[in-house]
């Protein structure tokens, strides 16, 4: 069975990029604004991320968006945070 830990520490790269001393919490505003279900936050959130990051964020969107066990918010939340992120990859 492959390990899970790459992918789990890979999602903590991002972490030391959203350090500043206007956010004590850098990481709960990260995912205060990606699951914010407001779009401009949504971007900003998801496009500080490096791309490694980008798609672990993604996997653990869509596993909360159709695994079970999560609050009907928090899956509303996560398909409005993935729907966003899909329209950034679209073609105008």
Do not use: C
Request: aromatic share 10%; proline share 9%.
């Amino acid at each position: 069975m492959p390990s899970k830990w790459p992918r789990q520490t890979s999602f903590f790269i991002f972490y030391d990029s959203l350090n500043t001393m206007d956010n004590l919490d850098p990481l709960q505003s990260f995912w205060e604004n990606l699951l914010s279900r407001n779009p401009a936050r949504i971007q900003s959130a998801f496009l500080s991320l490096d791309p490694t990051s980008k798609q672990v964020v993604i996997a653990h969107l869509q596993k909360m968006a159709t695994d079970p066990g999560w609050h009907p918010e928090q899956v509303e939340s996560a398909r409005a945070a993935l729907e966003t992120i899909q329209s950034l990859f679209r073609k105008p």
